[in-house]
């Protein structure tokens, strides 16, 4: 069977996702989309298939079976939208979008054609998060602490906030949506603060430098997630989970647990972006979505999230969430 494959937005994360699907012996490349008809040339030339600038016009002329989104975060909506009018699955990059009100129209358009989608939460399908999904099945969990504590994407988009939506929304999203599948609960309350102005030396740069976001779950867990963007070659980037008597703690690629104070530790042997890339075409493949971790409707609870952080950090007031 050959899945013939559309991509829309051709940069430095869609490139980590060609790499593999061209090892998938299903996967045949059909069709390049960006608005730099450069960088689509150069992707037809390196894996076949048709270029375009425009995704309405590529998903009228290629008959697709599906589409990876991977355009900037203030990029989204029409795409999404084009490719529910034709029912074809969409894999999309996290964040979502930078405003709920572009993600929910996405989702119903998604829920009423019953589309199948997968979006970029490569930490669920890590063998860490697995690990720590089993140990945490017969524990209560009491907090949470989490963290990504870095420096700066080089892409010119990411420093603008209306862009980017800032580190919490962009990068920490990794952070806070871990912390929502591990917790396996809703967020009721989100209070944050944010700091601004201490980054003089990048053109643009308008987001916050750092933040902390405090968060009460439907279960009784409460959260804490800190964010930063103004670090040069030095990055932390966590989460921990706090039990009675175990802690739990997941880094990119290794967890350590500690029972009662002696600790173990893990080294992942998964690649997350390979298996959700896998996990992905193989849903194609049978129709059958079961396997996806973070399907669109479930990542429009991470943004919104964020998004509710975000509004804090403007208000000073927590957000009540439904
Ligand atoms: N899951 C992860 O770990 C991870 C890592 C890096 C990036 N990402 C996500 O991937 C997305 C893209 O990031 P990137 O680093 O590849 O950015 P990038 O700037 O390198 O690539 C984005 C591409 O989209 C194109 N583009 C912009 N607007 C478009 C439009 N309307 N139509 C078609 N193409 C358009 C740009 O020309 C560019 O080629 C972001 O949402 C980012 O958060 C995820």
Redo the contacts with the bound molecule.
Sequence with gaps: MTIKVGA???????GGHFRNLDRFEEVEFAAF????AE?TANRCNEYGGNPYTD?REMFDKEDLDAVYI????F?HGD?ELAACERQIPIFV???IATQMAIAEQINWAIQEKGIITSV?Y?WRYQDNADYARSVLADQKIVGALGYWMGGM?G?A?WRVREQSGGQHV?QTT?IFDLCRYLVDSEVIAVHGLAVQGNTRDVANYDVDDMSVVNISFANGVVANIASACMLKGWGRVKLEVFCNGLVIDISGGSISINRDGETENYSNEVNGYTHEDRVFIDAVISGDSSEIRSPYSDALKTLQLTLAASQSFETGQPVFLS
Excluded: N, Y
Aim: aromatic share 4%; proline share 14%; glycine share 14%.
């Design positions: 829309i937005g051709t940069g430095g994360m869609a989309c960006d608005i730099s960088r995704h991977c355009t900037p975060p990029a795409q990059e996290k964040p970029g490569h994407p892409v988009w962009e990794h």
